[in-house]
């Protein structure tokens, strides 16, 4: 969380778009990371409290508008299906964890500097 000064909290929400139409935030994030930690679509969709139908839309949405394949599929039968992350989509988690953290350490001083009195 961001710093608080005489309880004025500063919170920020970044997302990234592609003409226009979110492609990527937290949420979507999240569902990819979750995709990673269960090996599953279905579980990750559970843990992040959305539908499967809604957790395939989001992926497919991402992967049409960045032209990156993010989740590798393997259909169910004996040994069960299951879902795992390209290297593309771990790389592109990782710069958008970074220009958060950049950003938030940005308004964190920003805030601290206008509010701070100083």
């Known amino acids: 969380m961001q710093k608080s000064h005489n309880d004025i909290e500063i919170k920020s929400k970044l997302w990234l778009e592609v003409n226009g139409e979110p492609v990527f935030g937290r ?3 999240f569902l990819l990371e979750a ?4 090996g599953s679509v279905n579980q990750a ?3 992040v409290n ?4 809604k957790a395939w839309s989001h992926i497919k949405a991402m ?19 299951g879902a795992t992350l390209t290297d593309d989509a771990r790389h ?10 950049r950003i938030r350490e ?3 001083e920003r805030f601290e500097k206008i509010f701070s009195g100083k």
Do not use: P
């Not at 959305?50 to 139908?53: C, D, K, N, T, V």
């Not at 992967?63 to 599929?73: A, F, P, S, T």
């Not at 592109?92 to 953290?101: A, C, D, G, Q, T």
């Open 27 to 29: 949420g979507r994030r």
């Open 35 to 38: 995709i990673d930690r269960y």
């Open 45 to 47: 969709a559970k843990d």
């Open 50 to 53: 959305i539908s499967y139908r």
């Open 63 to 81: 992967e049409e508008r960045l032209g990156i394949k993010l989740v590798d599929c393997r259909t169910g039968g004996k040994n069960g299906g």
């Open 92 to 101: 592109f988690i990782k710069k958008y964890e970074s220009l958060e953290n």
């Open 106 to 108: 940005m308004v964190d």
